[in-house]
């Protein structure tokens, strides 16, 4: 039955898989790669996890996730539940030891655990019934865009598939994807009417309006509306000279500005969360209307004033040409054509372009010199260090910021090339997961640059993946964001106590550790040192660098806003 599984998960359009093998997914490992199924080896399975999730953001497809039964399927939890919160379209293949054998030391209720941590539960149920949920598997996974966990228990992963389903399998072809469906013509027309009576409009883009760009450019020309993104959706609209890159924790002041400033904003395949939404504060003077394909998306985290069930893309094109519709003209979608001034003024353009880059804004630089005869002396400024890096690094690029104090230096300090240059592992708000998340990139997008931005406590946790990357031979930088502690709990509770022990660390020398898997390693306390990155851009990028980045420590802005949060 492992062959036929491996086979039929091959020919539904699984390209490539990442994991950890033991004897409860060897098998069908090795069917998967008989069936033309990449494998890429992981060295623990929720760096695995993490590489499958972020390989499915950057490609759209559905990618497998191979580990061992129990413990391996444990390992792997907080990678899954990462995946199944981004809707990222992952099927894990796991053993899983006979409802039987509850005795065994590897079981566990895995059904339940999937479910608990938001992936659906699938399993093979008999050898007859193994082609059409393997079917059911892969195409929830790919037409939902859901992770889900498919259990093989060991007591049929030798057992024979009956002739007839064999047949059915030859027979089986890749899931024809999501459907689009198109808005009710009455929720057009109010979402119409509320655009054309704005006078400050502002039009959010999502993950889930990924393929709906040219159609919100086109709309927010006709309305004068400015354009913002969710964290998710960082890239989305940057080839637009009105976009203000992401909306909540990660504006600059100047773009929270605008938007607070909006009298209406419509979101698009963006869940409108308390990180882009700053807690509400910059949705109190708007009117919100909210479009997305899936209903429960609808308010779960924010009070909407409409909601319109549908494609993004067509939504967008449906609402642009009732606009058109309401003002007689032809073609209110072509480029220029008699478009709104709305939120399109001289002073605002003005406002955009001096809002747009985090590297633009004015800051204080608390960099610490080196002193000679003192070791350990020296710590750069966290935004130096990434706006140096910026101007470095090469603009094909892909940026994976960890979670922590630090993460917004990396996450919008580090300019993107587009869209699928960005990935942020933060829907479950672990820290830990962007090394390997950069690794899943990176496979995923041949010839761009992997940039990680970690701090040194997500690091340590994860970094058993260097040897992956390594191996690989990945063009990846490791920006680790080193401050000797977990510097979000040291902020957090500074000023409540002085007993941080258990959130400040030694000293570690990050550089010889990263060498000592085969990576570069660099030390760096102040701008000069940044000089030898220059060495490995210009080199051939066969190995990954790690750079050890010793800041000085102090709140970020975006952990501020967790702070007024309540977080």
Partial sequence: MDEAVGTLIGRMGARRMFGVVGSGNFRVTNAMARAGVEFVAARHEMGAACMADAHARATGELTVLTVHQGCGFSNALTGIGEAAKAHSPVLVVTGDTPGDQRQSNFWVDQDKVAEGMGAVPERVHSPASAVRDVIR??????????????????????????????????????????????????????????????????????????????????????????????????????????????????????????????????????????????????????????????????????????????????????????????????????????????????????????????????????????????????????????????????????????????????????????????????????????????????????????VAGVGDGGFMMSLVELDTAVRLGLPLVVVVYNDNAYGAEVHHFVHETEDLDTVVFPETDIAAIAAGYGCHGLTVRQESDLEAVRDWVDGPRDRPLVIDAKITSFPSWVLAHSFEAGE
């Fill in 137 to 450: 598997a892969v195409t929830t996974a790919v037409d939902q865009r859901r992770t889900v966990v498919l259990s093989l228990p060991l007591d049929l992963q030798n057992a024979e598939v009956p002739e007839r389903e064999v047949a059915r399998l030859e027979q089986a072809a890749p899931p024809a994807g999501p459907l689009r469906s198109a808005p009710a013509p009455e929720a057009v027309d109010r979402l119409a009417e509320l655009l054309a009576g704005a006078r400050r409009p502002v039009i959010v883009g999502g993950r889930g309006a990924a393929g709906a760009v040219p159609g919100l450019r086109r709309l927010a020309e006709v309305t004068g509306a400015l354009l913002t993104t969710s964290a998710a959706g960082r890239g989305l609209l940057q080839e637009d000279e009105w976009h203000l890159d992401v909306m909540g924790g990660f504006s600059t002041e100047g773009a929270a500005e605008l938007i607070a400033g909006a009298d209406v904003i419509v979101a698009f395949g963006a869940a409108l969360n308390r990180w882009t939404t700053r807690g509400g504060e910059l949705l109190r003077h708007a009117t919100v209307a909210q479009v997305d394909d899936r209903r429960e998306a609808f308010g779960f985290h924010h009070p909407v004033d409409l909601a319109v069930l549908g494609d993004a893309a067509l939504t967008a094109e449906a609402v642009t040409a009732a606009l058109a519709g309401r003002t007689g003209g032809g073609d209110a979608a072509a480029p220029g054509a008699g478009a709104a001034v709305g939120y399109r003024t001289p002073e605002v353009a003005r406002k955009v372009a001096a809002s747009l880059d985090w590297a633009d804004q004015p800051f204080e630089d608390t960099s610490e010199p080196v002193v000679e005869g003192e070791p350990g002396s020296g710590r750069i400024d966290p935004r130096l260090l990434t706006n140096v890096l910026d101007r470095m690094l090469p603009d094909e690029r892909v940026v994976v910021p960890d979670g922590g104090n630090f993460n917004a230096y990396p996450a919008m300090h580090l300019r993107v090339p587009d869209h699928e240059g960005y990935c942020v592992p933060l829907a479950f708000q672990s820290i830990g997961l962007a090394l390997s998340s950069a690794i899943g990139a990176a496979v995923a997008l041949p010839g761009r640059v992997a």
